[in-house]
Structures are given as structure tokens and as C-alpha cells.
């Protein structure tokens, strides 16, 4: 019954900015550790950032500058920011989050997933 819902995806042009919502429903929230993953075609899922439930983060190095994560306990929601967007951001993009509430980049380390939201990026 634990449940991520993605909101927010779609098309913006490069240099854009688009935010993803992940709205947590099922168990409690604030202990959790939340994470975004991106896709692309023929390629495999990649750890993009990740909040703990004490809101320490961690980005790669491809969006740092420019990507930002975020929680709001109050909605249980966890947030990506995209802003300078490039065409190699295309991707579709998964929450993710885990019970023990630190931060990991690999996937097997989550527990539960959003069904994932496709984000494109033109030229």
C-alpha cells in the first residue's frame, strides 16, 4: 500500500527549469531517505540526488549547480528542481525512497519507487 506519486514531468527547452513532485503516501514520511533516478533509452537507471530524512543531500556531478532536492515532511513530498536544463537530462525520472532514512546511490538500496515521469529536453 506504500505508494510514490511523480508529478511535474514534460517538455522544456534547454536552459529551462521543470520541477518533479513525489508525493509519499502508506508510511511515515519524515524518516524515510529520498532519491531521484534517472533513464534514458537502452541505458541503465543512475542515481541523480538524494535527501536523508535529517535533509543532508548529495547530487552527481553532471546536475550539481544546477538540479536541487528537497522535502517538505509537512506534505510528504519530495522535490527535484531542474534548472538549466540540457538535452542529455532527457531521462525518465523515478523517486525513490528507503526505510533507513540515509543517503545510498544505488538502487537496490530503495524500497519503494514512484512509477516514473518522462522529462524531455529540446535542442
Known amino acids: 500500500q506504500v505508494q510514490l506519486v511523480e508529478s511535474g514531468g514534460g517538455l522544456v527547452q534547454a536552459g529551462g527549469s521543470l520541477r518533479l513532485s513525489c508525493a509519499v503516501s502508506g508510511t511515515p514520511f519524515s524518516t524515510l531517505g529520498m532519491a531521484w533516478f534517472r533513464q534514458a533509452p537502452g541505458k541503465e537507471r543512475d542515481f541523480v540526488a538524494g535527501?536523508?530524512?535529517?535533509?543532508?543531500?548529495r547530487v552527481v556531478d553532471a546536475v550539481k549547480g544546477r538540479f536541487t532536492i528537497s522535502r517538505d515532511n509537512a506534505q510528504n513530498t519530495a522535490y527535484l528542481q531542474m534548472n538549466r536544463r540540457k538535452p542529455e537530462d532527457t531521462a525518465v525520472y523515478y523517486c525513490?525512497?528507503?526505510?533507513?532514512?540515509?543517503?545510498?546511490?544505488?538502487?537496490?538500496?530503495?524500497?519503494?519507487w514512484g512509477q516514473g515521469t518522462q522529462v524531455t529536453v529540446s535542442s
Open positions: 535527501i536523508t530524512w535529517t535533509s543532508v543531500k
Open positions: 525513490a525512497a528507503r526505510n533507513y532514512g540515509g543517503l545510498s546511490r544505488g538502487s537496490a538500496d530503495y524500497n519503494y
